[in-house]
Each structure stands twice: as C-alpha cells, then as structure tokens.
C-alpha cells in the first residue's frame, strides 16, 4: 500500500467474529474503545482511523467514495483477508460503512449505520461552528491543553464536547498542533454532508440505529435507505442523541450483539 493511501487501526481482542468500526467526523478509531472491549471475547473488533483523521494520512481532496474505497483497500490488505467482516460506522463513518458495503460488498457480512441517513445530513451548520471554532484558537499561544478548553468555552460551552473535540489536538516540540486535517475538513464540510447518488444495492442484513433525541435519522430517508439497503431492521436508542455509543453504551452494545451475533447464521 503506498504512503498515501496509509490508514491506522488497531485491533481489540483476539478471538471470535471480526468487526470493524468506523467513527464520525472528528474523532478516532479509539472512540470505540470501550465499546469493543465490551464486545469481547465473542468478538474481535478494528479500530478504524479515517482518512484525515488520528494517525490516519492526511488527503488534498474530500470525497466518500474515495475514502471507502481506501478503508476497503485497508481491510482486504489485513482484517477482512481471509473472509467477510461486520462493519458499523457512526455518522460520517456511517455514511464510509454505507459506501463501502455499496462497493465492496464481498467484504462486508452485517453493517449497521448509527444516527445517520444516506441523505444529506441536516446538522452541517453546528459541525460548521464547531470547526470555525477550532480554527479560531491560537495554538502558538497555548502551553496547556486546558488553556485551549477554557477558550472554547465560550463558543462551545459543552464540556463533553468540548473534550471530545481537543482529543485532536497533540503537544510536541513545536508546541500544538491538531492531528487531524482541520483546514481540508471545514473546506469539505459540504461534500461531508451530502452522499452520493448510488445505483447498486446491498443484500445483506443492515441495522439503522437512531438517537432518540437526534434528528439525523428522518422518515424523509427510509426510502432510500430501505432501496439501497432492503434488508433494513431499523432501531431507536431511547434517551440517545447523536453520539449514540458514548450516551447509551450499555443499550448500543446490547443492540450490537443481538443483531451481529445473528450473523453467524447468514
């Protein structure tokens, strides 16, 4: 694989059915960390970096098709080689999952999409705020992690997001810098919220998980999910909202293991 197209993921477990996870936009592969430990030991779980993002290569360009075919080129290369894998992504790594299983369904078994539609996502103006946000901080002035999260404080007073967001950034010998390519990612903001028109469909089971309290799942895309995806069970997390796996951990792993574990039926 070249350098270009390099992408990190880390492995958690060591026995029973594979699984692989793909995160939102902004965070890691080590987001699902305690979910995959979780999952243990009936399954072996990859954590997935995405393009742009945590130890990932950076890219010049934005684009969902490119970037599932590079995490499908990454998981023949290693995980799935030897047969197909479950694949769950959240939010922009759902619409990855979505893509990837469109594509290259040979790799994938069950794939369950978490808090997102294969539509155009209507929360792009708050990722927008948030990103305008992060770039707004001077990183040559901080000494601190907590210097930078008091003054995004004001602009973005969630604790909890707040923390999840400066996971990106990392201090070295040049002082601050973000890990992830936060000028392609507010530039691409657009192409992230959108997805691609699509012809071919997957016919293997899927799982649509939605946040109760999250409006990124609609009736407006059951069509579509349910043409590019026939084999759709949908499910709500009740008192989730978008980040449905550190909300509900409990209930998300539950649901995982119940509609995953089938798979060893398929």
Known sequence: MSETKAIHSTEVGDAGDRVVFLHGLFGQGRNFTQIAKAMTPDFRSLLVDLPNHGRSQWSETFSYADTA????????DGFA???R??????????????????RHPHL?????????????????????????????LEL???TRRSDADEQLAEAI??????????QNLRSGSDGFTWQANLGLLREELEAIGDFPHVEETFDHPVLWMAGERS??????????????FPRTVQVTIKGAGHWVHSEKPEAFVSALRTFLGAGRDD
Do not use: C, N, Q
Not at 215 to 228: I, K, Q, S
């Open 69 to 76: 075919d590079r995490v499908a080129e990454h998981l023949a």
């Open 81 to 83: 080689g030897d047969g």
């Open 85 to 102: 894998v479950h694949l769950v992504g959240h939010s922009m790594g759902g619409k990855v999952a979505m893509l990837l299983a469109l």
């Open 108 to 136: 994938v078994m069950r794939l369950v999409v978490v808090d997102i539609s294969p539509a155009p996502s209507t929360g792009a103006g708050e990722f927008e705020h948030l990103l305008g946000s992060l770039a707004g």
């Open 140 to 142: 040559e002035g901080l």
């Open 157 to 166: 007073p969630d604790e909890r997001v707040r923390g999840f967001l400066l």
């Open 215 to 228: 409006g990124y799942v609609t009736a407006d895309a059951e069509e579509e999910m349910e043409r590019l």
